[in-house]
């Protein structure tokens, strides 16, 4: 993923620690078990997840922290940002 791409994500969703080996971010994401779901997004790019708050401020939708190799949370990013959860 070319800089530019990192640094439009990280513009939009707020990563935190850019630049370093270890990023976190915090988006509200759209899944019906949270539960068992976000962690089985987070473990496709073997990143770590916990679930800030069920009703997160996008509507209604779990607010989750993810955290992990920044290379990895980007390309998580790029893929959520493309509409796939």
């Given at each position: 993923?070319?800089?530019?791409?990192?640094?439009?994500?990280?513009?939009?969703?707020?990563?935190?620690?850019?630049?370093?080996?270890?990023?976190?971010?915090?988006?509200?994401i759209?899944?019906?078990?949270?539960?068992?779901?976000?962690?089985?997004?987070?473990?496709?790019?073997?990143?770590?997840?916990?679930?800030?708050?069920?009703?997160?401020?996008?509507?209604?939708?779990?607010?989750?922290?993810?955290?992990?190799?920044?290379?990895?949370?980007?390309?998580?990013?790029?893929?959520?940002?493309?509409?796939?959860v």
């Open positions: 993923m070319n800089t530019e791409r990192m640094a439009e994500l990280s513009d939009i969703y707020g990563v935190q620690d850019f630049g370093q080996t270890i990023s976190t971010v915090k988006i509200d759209v899944c019906s078990d949270p539960r068992t779901e976000v962690p089985a997004f987070a473990s496709r790019w073997d990143l770590n997840s916990q679930i800030v708050m069920m009703k997160g401020p996008g509507g209604g939708w779990p607010l989750v922290r993810f955290t992990g190799d920044t290379n990895q949370i980007f390309q998580m990013l790029d893929h959520y940002d493309n509409g796939g």
